[in-house]
């Protein structure tokens, strides 16, 4: 069976604008242009079955939120697939692209910024769908779905003449939502839906989506940087570095099991009101690099309190480490360094 | 208030001990906004008490009135905002009713604050050496040769390396959570009694906040400061606080020590908003949520303003507002509060 | 929505704003001369069969020698001042309206471009707006007159094309910052095309502040065309505008005939300070940053 969406080895590469002036260096009495790039996401590939929830957990600039975008097709990528139900979309225009939004939708982090302030609550629901239909009889059956799909994510019928400003944060992100919903996709990717919002409204809206998965057995891919939320919602879940994947496998594996240094750092980071939990296994020291400039090597070795030689020569590649999981870390070679 | 300013004059030796007089108590305190729509209470009777040492979580939801208490302390409230009534005892005396001369020389010496983001409260136009002997210089009366040396050691203590040639780079030379860590020892230098940090760690990242936990934790406890954590984040005031304290539209609803709030809480809100944060111990298919949302602070409701997303709430909750029940070291504000009894 | 509207913040500010009642209402006033200033004198100035020479240089009626027939007095060709007057605020109005337009429209599609596409159209919009910045708009509609000759559509030319690049400059600034807002990607997402989505989606979203920017600009154009005409190089001498009939007057005004140039010259004066009353007004009610 295929996929509902299958990347591989996705690249996206940013190039830093500025005019000729701004990149203009002089070195050694050569005049020079550098082009400046921005290396987001450096290869990742992952597959999300029907009606499964993938997350992408990492710090900020780690490229998950890219991903999510490339693979949205807001960004055109710089290589790789993305593969729609078998349909590599990758290389398509706007034009071609149309028909694969009906069938891959995109909810936003931010609930002030992602509806246009100037449109009525049931213009914004109807647009994507608008966009797929012709003809007035169908336009009027847009006007009613745009309705039902209102009540389906609990708001009333009253509000489709509204403004978002009308509306409080946890509301607009329901608006969102019924926009996404409007084509009837099989994939949703949610880019950090909840971050913006508070905590009881966090949950409303978590489950929320997960009672219309349920019903319309859609596919999420999930961003996030809060893992109590991933493993609350996914199924599968990547953690992301500096643009690389570093470790993919199912929710038990990667919070019961972690294999990847950085994994079980990003876990014992996090706080917890659960007291009783063990303190922090692997504690990091200093920051992220810069993706203008990435170590060779294995990206993490400049935090990572287990790095050896090979990490600095050799770019380690994800390895299937059972249990459906992989990790992208020498150390899978070398056990015994791990515990040490 | 001696007039020593010198930092050497503060030993830790002098600090009373947790169970002392209260640093800092805030009785009755209502910060309102006049706005063309209404006036916002966003604070509106708010008590607790703080010990020197100690660390107390100001737990909410935006809008909860959680930030404009810290402005209030610092006396950093602008029209259309007034403190309408109520006293802030900071070692005895009044900050509300002090002047703003008097006010500055209390900000930065006495009280420090942390905010969220790190950018406003560095000037970018200065050198990060500049902005710290600034402070000094106000503050105590060191020569610049002591004041030099101060700095640097300060940002030593808080993890910044080469700390001697980093007091001549500008903040936007440095990270996010390198910014945070200057802000802090900016916060730290002058030795306050109390810091109010407000998120501090809400802008960065899981493993940034952690290391930024700890520096703070560990300024703290060697300095003998107390300090009142602003957060949205239950998770980080439970592994931060000593005490809590949860609002709720401007109004204390509960207080007590941490780890009791937490693992017996009395209020239906603190109860909601814990089992609100997934648990990855007890992983079930749906989270408990509060239903509804906070109400418009302008037009709350008769009663008890957390009545309409309460699953315990009775009549007599849409006809009084409940009051602070004081029982030991807890507090709450609820008609009808939670018992051992009420599992989860 | 009316109600919503009349117990607004914008409607309360503006009835404790004295300046800002004085401007709107000045131009109250000016809006009945634009539509019916015609019916409010019995002659056409630019009907020359309705002149008479006997009635040359007649002062103003509260002076010796004047009469009822002609309140602020005549010109040289026996022309009623006031008629003069309330027909030249027409066209100075309308001219200052027009070409208000017409650079707003050209001035906005051109900054929703260059802000939307960027790159290479963007550099090569904003330099061409950078280079005529670097000049006096004065100098630039001087040379642009003294190219093509007088005439109202060549006196709307030449404002409109010192006047778009204001509109280009503020357009492209709030579309740069729209573009980067999570509801453009979400109308990508949607499928909408480039052309859709500056239409629905960035056009109505920064169209506040060019409210402020037109009702300033339109006072600034009318005086730029009272120059050009009072300079003999803007509008032809059979529609005479404000600027015109000062200049007119303004030959005889030391032979002590002031009332030719001194009427028009205190309308203008009262217009413009009416459009700039009401003008900061709301700039301060619609300017974000301010607030």
């Known amino acids: 069976m295929t996929a509902m969406l299958e990347v591989e080895n996705l690249t996206q590469e940013f190039r830093l604008g500025g005019s000729l002036l701004e990149r203009m260096r002089f070195d050694k009495g050569r005049l020079s242009f550098p082009d400046k790039r921005v290396k987001a996401v450096n290869g990742v590939s992952f597959r999300i079955a029907r009606g499964e929830v993938m997350a992408l957990v990492g710090e900020s600039g780690c490229g998950k939120s890219t991903v999510a975008k490339t693979i949205a097709r807001i960004y055109r990528p710089t290589g790789g697939k993305i593969r729609i139900e078998g349909e590599d979309i990758a290389g398509y225009g706007v034009r071609e692209l149309l028909p694969v939004r009906s069938r891959m939708q995109m909810i936003f982090q931010d609930p002030y910024a992602s509806l246009n ?146 994994t079980r750092a990003l876990l014992s980071a996090a706080p917890s009101i659960e007291k009783t939990r063990s303190r922090p296994e692997i504690e990091l020291k200093g920051e992220v690099p810069s993706a203008l400039d990435l170590p060779s090597g294995c990206c993490f070795r400049t935090r990572c309190p287990l790095a050896f030689e090979r990490c600095r020569l050799e770019r380690p590649t994800l390895k299937p480490v059972g249990g459906g999981a992989e990790v992208a870390c020498h150390l899978t070679d070398e056990p015994d360094r791990d515990r040490a | 208030m001696t007039a020593t300013p010198a930092l050497e004059a503060v030993s830790p030796k002098e600090i009373p001990a947790k169970t002392g007089a209260p640093l800092l108590a805030v009785e009755g305190l209502r910060t309102w906004f006049h706005t063309f729509s209404g006036t916002v209470k966003a604070v509106d009777g708010v008590s607790f008490a703080l010990r020197p040492g100690e660390i ?289 | ?134 000049f006096p708009s004065m100098l630039i509609a001087l040379f642009l007159m003294s190219a093509f000759g007088t005439g109202i559509d060549k006196v709307l030319i030449s404002l409109t094309a010192v006047g778009w690049v204001v509109y280009a400059r503020t357009v492209r600034g709030s579309t740069l910052s729209e573009v980067q807002k999570e509801y453009i990607q979400a109308a990508r997402v949607a499928g909408l095309r480039d052309g859709k989505i500056i239409r629905r989606h960035i056009l109505p979203n920064v169209m506040t502040p060019l409210i402020v920017v037109a009702t300033v600009q339109v006072g600034t154009f009318i005086l730029i065309e009272a120059s050009l005409s009072f300079l003999g190089v803007g509008v032809p001498i059979t529609e005479p505008s404000l600027g015109l009939l000062i200049k007119n007057g303004f030959d005889v005004l030391f032979s002590g005939l002031w009332w030719t140039s001194v009427f028009p010259g205190i309308v203008i004066m009262a217009l413009v300070f009416g459009i700039n009353l009401f003008g900061d007004f709301l700039r301060d009610e619609l300017n974000p940053r301010l607030k």
């Open chain 1, 117 to 262: 302030p100037r449109q009525r609550v049931r213009d914004i629901v109807a647009e994507p769908l608008l966009e797929q239909t012709t003809g007035t009889a169908a336009r009027r059956e847009v006007a009613e779905r745009t309705l039902a799909l209102l009540a389906k994510v609990g708001l009333n019928t009253e509000h489709a003449g509204r403004y978002p400003h009308q509306f409080s944060g946890g509301q607009r992100q329901r608006i969102g939502i019924a926009r996404a919903l409007s084509v009837n996709p099989g994939l949703i990717i949610a880019d950090e839906p909840v971050s913006a919002l508070d905590v009881s409204i966090q949950a409303q809206i978590l489950n929320l989506m997960m009672d219309l998965r349920d019903e319309f057995g859609l596919a999420y891919l999930f961003i996030s940087h809060d893992l109590s939320v991933v493993h609350h919602i996914a199924d599968r879940v990547g953690v992301m570095y500096l643009g690389f994947l570093v470790e993919t496998g199912p929710r038990e594996h990667i919070f019961s099991a972690p294999r990847h240094p950085y």
């Open chain 2, 56 to 344: 107390m979580g100001l737990v909410g939801e935006s809008g909860g009135g959680k930030s404009v208490v810290g402005f209030s302390i610092l006396g950093l409230i602008d029209p259309p905002g007034r403190i309408e009534d109520g006293r802030i005892l900071f070692e005895g005396r009044n900050l509300a009713g002090l002047s703003e001369a008097e006010l500055r020389q209390i900000r930065g010496r006495d009280i420090a604050m942390v905010f969220q983001d790190p950018m406003t409260s560095l000037n970018p136009l200065h050198t990060v050496g500049r902005q710290m002997d600034e402070m000094l210089q106000l503050h105590t009366d060191l020569d610049a040769a002591g004041r030099r040396a101060r700095c640097i050691e300060m940002l030593e203590s808080v993890g910044i390396s080469r700390a001697a040639d980093r007091l001549s780079a500008y903040p936007h030379q440095f990270s996010g959570g390198m910014r945070q860590r200057v802000v802090i020892a900016i916060a730290m230098l002058a030795r306050p009694k109390l810091v109010i940090a407000d998120e501090p760690t809400t802008a960065l990242d899981v493993t940034i906040q952690a290391q930024i936990l700890k520096l703070m934790r560990r300024q703290i406890r060697d300095n003998g400061t107390a300090m009142i954590l602003v957060t949205h984040d239950l998770a980080v005031v439970s592994e931060m606080a000593d005490h809590i304290t949860v609002l709720y539209c401007g109004k204390v609803v509960e207080r007590g020590p941490t780890d009791d709030v937490i693992r017996r809480p009395a209020h239906p809100y603190t109860r909601g908003l814990i089992d609100s944060i997934p648990d990855p111990a007890h992983r079930q298919p749906r989270l408990k949520q509060i239903p509804g949302a906070v109400p418009d602070i302008r037009k709350l409701p008769k009663g008890c303003s957390f009545k309409d997303r309460c699953f315990r709430a009775e009549a007599l909750c849409g006809e009084r507002v409940p009051e602070l029940v004081v029982q030991g070291d807890r507090a709450h504000a609820c008609h009808y509060p939670l018992t051992e009894g009420d599992s989860r």
């Open chain 3, 1 to 134: 929505m009316a109600a919503g509207f009349l117990s607004s913040e914008f409607v309360h500010n503006y009835k404790r704003n004295a300046s800002a009642i004085a401007g709107s209402l000045i131009l109250v006033v000016f809006a009945l001369i634009v539509v019916a200033g015609p019916l409010m004198v019995w002659q056409n100035p630019y009907d020359i069969a309705q002149l008479d020479l006997m009635d040359a240089f007649k002062p103003p009626m509260w002076l010796e020698g004047g009469e009822a027939r002609f309140p602020f007095g005549t010109d040289g060709q026996g022309r009623d001042v006031l008629a003069g007057v309330l027909y030249g605020t027409r066209v100075s109005v309308l001219i200052g309206l027009s070409a208000m337009a017409m650079s707003c429209v050209i001035g906005t599609t051109l900054g929703l471009l260059a802000g939307f596409y960027g790159g290479r159209l963007d550099a090569v919009i904003m330099r061409i707006a950078d280079i005529q910045l670097s």
